[in-house]
């Protein structure tokens, strides 16, 4: 089967992964896709160094979404894209992370299909996945971790989530786009029977400038998002690993703050 980064190929959408934020960490697939796009749809937090690496001539369209706020809602992102592989454009959908891990990617290669037209899917970096290794964060280990789980944090319902079993001794829990809801996911993870003092680190703009790592007690996620400030994008780990990490310990440098202010 000729793949559909043939660049006699037209009128298709290829879905690329752009992985947690670095352009260096895009798969030669990635690149490749991006220098044969007449039309590139991407996200707002894209490298502009990744948009790059497009043609100088390809359009780009930015359908950029924030938390309650988007530029187009999905299902005008479907049509746009479908809209424009019709007039045989090669459309790359170019999205954070990887397109099925959170990327609403499953969704657009269903309207794609849906219209009868070629769709191809190059896989990303994840940003746990980026996030962690910088941080030296293994997500599963012999001696602490055989599991690992992927959930979202501002999905609707979240209190009526089952999250049982995901979290606790020897399992590890990634939870995405967390921060505005961290101390809700405390309370819940708490009330389901996880330790308040399982470790627990959030991962702050991950492979970018200005990158933090920060851990501290799962008991303390919630005030410690608000002592330091984190904003999106960050990722959310839950699990003993979190000890083996190079994540700065902010309860302990807080806890010998506050004995300071006191003495």
């Not at 789980?149 to 999250?163: H, N, P, T, Y």
């Not at 979190?242 to 006191?262: C, I, N, T, Y």
Request: glycine share 10%.
């Amino acid at each position: 089967m000729v793949s559909l980064l043939d660049p006699t190929a037209r009128g298709r959408v290829v879905l690329v992964g752009a992985g947690p934020g670095d352009p260096e960490l895009l798969t030669v697939r990635a690149v490749k896709a991006l220098a044969s796009a007449d039309i590139v749809v991407h996200d707002g937090l894209i490298d502009p160094r990744v948009l790059d690496l497009a043609r100088p001539e390809a359009q780009r369209i930015s359908v950029a979404k924030q938390r309650a706020r988007h530029t187009l809602p999905q299902e005008a992102i479907n049509a746009l894209i479908v809209a424009h592989v019709k007039t045989g454009a090669i459309v790359v959908r170019l999205k954070g992370g990887d397109p099925f891990i959170f990327g609403r990617g499953g969704e657009e290669v269903e309207a794609v299909r849906a219209a009868g037209l070629p769709v191809e899917v190059v896989p990303g970096i994840s940003a746990a996945l980026g996030a962690a290794a910088e941080a030296m964060l293994p997500l599963t280990h012999r001696d602490h971790s055989s599991a690992v789980s992927f959930v979202a944090g501002q999905c609707k319902g979240l209190s009526e989530q089952d999250w049982s079993g995901l979290a606790g001794q020897g399992r590890t829990l990634v939870i995405y786009m967390g921060v505005a809801t961290a101390s809700a996911i405390a309370d819940k993870l708490m009330a389901d029977g996880v330790a308040p003092d399982m470790p627990v680190a959030v991962l702050e703009r991950g492979t970018c400038p200005g990158s933090r790592a920060l851990r501290t007690l799962l008991a303390d996620l919630g005030p410690m998002v608000e002592r330091e400030a984190v904003c999106s994008p960050a990722v959310i780990v839950v699990g003993e690993v979190v000890e083996l990490s190079d994540a700065q310990d902010k309860l302990a440098r807080w806890a010998r703050a506050a004995e300071a202010v006191a003495v």
